[in-house]
T-cell receptor, first 114, second 117 residues
Framework: AQSVTQLDSHVSVSEGTPVLLRCNYSSSYSPSLFWYVQHPNKGLQLLLKYTSAATLVKGINGFEAEFKKSETSFHLTKPSAHMSDAAEYFCVVTYTTGFQKLVFGTGTRLLVSP | GAVVSQHPSWVICKSGTSVKIECRSLDFQATTMFWYRQFPKQSLMLMATSNEGSKATYEQGVEKDKFLINHASLTLSTLTVTSAHPEDSSFYIC?????????????FGPGTRLTVL
């Protein structure tokens, strides 16, 4: 069965410091992987996606993630955190094509302090 | 990106009553809509997938007679929680996907918080 594990329920950083949100996946097939962000009272927004093209994926707002098959990981990073990055982040895997059947991780809440 | 709205954003109801939640794609035609449920501090769990004009496909463990889904048009899907009980209290999120191409993104609504007293 396909699944994702987000290793940290909360991550706290200071503004201007790097962000690392960890995600490991389990998949019997070549997975498609995504990171979504959820701000309060707003819909989930797609940050970036990996669909078997380049292993280093660049997304919106300066985020990027690297697909590492040997480590079954898809960690999300950003060089410098901004206050507006504070939100809930979900790592997601799908085992079908076309964004069907998204399987969500448990989420990581990113806290950014001044 | 495309915009998906949900109405209401929150609702409180008495146990035993039914509640309808609407999900609308505002600027695109959604051939497929998805309904998720999110418990506090937990992940989103897919409840059902609905294609316009056909019956919804429910995930294992989701009672289709309790969670009625209608996708009568390309811009509107509704989820009705029938005979709601306190354990149905949750955050319900819909998403919508367009019809062009084979790798279309799901666009998510802002969610509806249901509290059953």
């Amino acid at each position: 069965a396909q699944s994702v594990t987000q290793l940290d329920s909360h991550v706290s950083v200071s503004e201007g410091t790097p962000v690392l949100l960890r995600c490991n996946y389990s998949s019997s097939y070549s997975p498609s992987l995504f990171w979504y962000v959820q701000h309060p009272n707003k819909g989930l927004q797609l940050l970036l996606k990996y669909t078997s093209a380049a292993t280093l994926v660049k997304g919106i707002n300066g985020f990027e993630a690297e697909f590492k098959k040997s480590e079954t990981s898809f960690h999300l990073t950003k060089p410098s955190a901004h206050m507006s990055d504070a939100a809930e982040y979900f790592c997601v895997v799908t085992y079908t094509t076309g964004f069907q059947k998204l399987v969500f991780g448990t989420g990581t809440r990113l806290l950014v302090s001044p | 990106g495309a915009v998906v709205s949900q109405h209401p954003s929150w609702v409180i109801c008495k146990s035993g009553t039914s509640v309808k939640i609407e999900c609308r794609s505002l600027d695109f035609q959604a051939t497929t809509m998805f309904w998720y449920r999110q418990f506090p501090k937990q992940s989103l769990m897919l409840m059902a997938t609905s294609n316009e004009g056909s019956k919804a496909t429910y995930e294992q463990g989701v009672e289709k007679d309790k969670f009625l889904i209608n996708h009568a048009s390309l811009t509107l899907s509704t989820l009705t929680v029938t005979s709601a009980h306190p354990e149905d209290s949750s955050f319900y999120i819909c998403s919508a996907r367009g019809s062009s191409g084979s790798d279309n993104e799901q666009f998510f609504g802002p969610g509806t918080r249901l509290t059953v007293l």
